[in-house]
């Protein structure tokens, strides 16, 4: 009887050492749980990246119906964008921390690239990150479907901050980063639609529903 209790505990044993074995084996595997590596400028933040502030959605919530608030930035592909010269156009803005996003902000703003009808005549749409271009060009080479996305370079995070997108639920770093907030902006520059994402998803439909409300 003894015996029989011995080898019991001896096979549970070895079970559970083959159990523990598989599990360190798949935890060590190349590229377990971990997104492309992008080396980023944003890693020099990394110990402040943690020192966050409380939520605050005052200067968000006090957009909607007002102007603009008017910016300039540099695009990936080179340009300089005004936003108060985009006036008789619908616009966009996609608000987004950008590398470190990933996979939800990479996979919106490559969802805005690939569709017409938020990138027409009529409607422009743009991803302001807080990346510079070296280091975005890193997450092109990761997902070239990337490269089709307009996207504004705010590294200095100034106009991530007019429009109050650094404390809002969705940004993980609060104080530090955007997270996944969406303006709509009518043809006159009027603020016409505001939502921040916590589920960070892709909106792309709600977004042309709302479009559609302007005329």
């Known amino acids: 009887m003894r015996q029989d209790k011995?080898?019991?505990i001896i096979i549970a044993s070895v079970l559970a050492f083959m159990v523990l074995l598989v599990g360190v084996v798949i935890?060590?595997?190349?590229?377990?749980?971990?997104?492309?590596?992008?080396?980023?400028?944003?890693?020099?933040?990394?110990?402040?990246?943690?020192?966050?502030?409380?939520?605050?959605?005052?200067?968000?919530n006090s957009l909607l119906g007002k102007?603009?608030?008017n910016f300039v930035l540099e695009s990936y592909d080179g340009k300089i964008i005004e936003l108060q010269k985009l006036r008789g156009k619908k616009v966009v803005l996609f608000f987004t921390e950008g590398i470190m996003c990933y996979p939800a902000c990479w996979n919106q703003m490559a969802a805005f690239g690939?569709?017409?009808?938020?990138?027409?005549?009529?409607?422009?749409?743009?991803?302001i990150a807080?990346?510079?271009k070296n280091d975005w060009g890193?997450?092109?080479?990761?997902?070239?479907?990337?490269?089709?996305?307009?996207?504004?370079?705010?590294?200095?995070?100034?106009?991530?901050?007019?429009y109050?997108?650094?404390?809002?639920?969705?940004?993980?770093?609060?104080?530090?980063?955007?997270?996944?907030?969406?303006?709509?902006?009518?043809?006159?520059?009027?603020?016409?639609?505001?939502?921040?994402?916590?589920?960070?998803?892709?909106?792309?439909d709600e977004l042309k529903g709302e479009l559609g409300k302007i005329k």
């Open 6 to 8: 011995t080898n019991v």
């Open 27 to 60: 935890a060590l595997s190349p590229g377990f749980g971990k997104a492309p590596q992008v080396s980023s400028s944003q890693d020099q933040d990394i110990d402040s990246h943690h020192q966050t502030v409380p939520p605050d959605q005052s200067i968000f």
């Open 67 to 69: 102007k603009a608030p």
């Open 114 to 127: 690939e569709d017409q009808a938020l990138n027409s005549p009529d409607v422009l749409t743009f991803s």
């Open 130 to 132: 807080v990346d510079n």
């Open 138 to 162: 890193q997450a092109v080479k990761q997902m070239p479907e990337l490269s089709k996305a307009a996207v504004l370079f705010d590294t200095d995070r100034t106009v991530s901050q007019k």
């Open 164 to 204: 109050g997108a650094l404390t809002l639920p969705s940004s993980m770093h609060k104080g530090q980063y955007p997270g996944h907030t969406y303006i709509i902006i009518d043809r006159e520059g009027i603020i016409k639609f505001t939502y921040d994402d916590p589920q960070m998803g892709v909106r792309n």
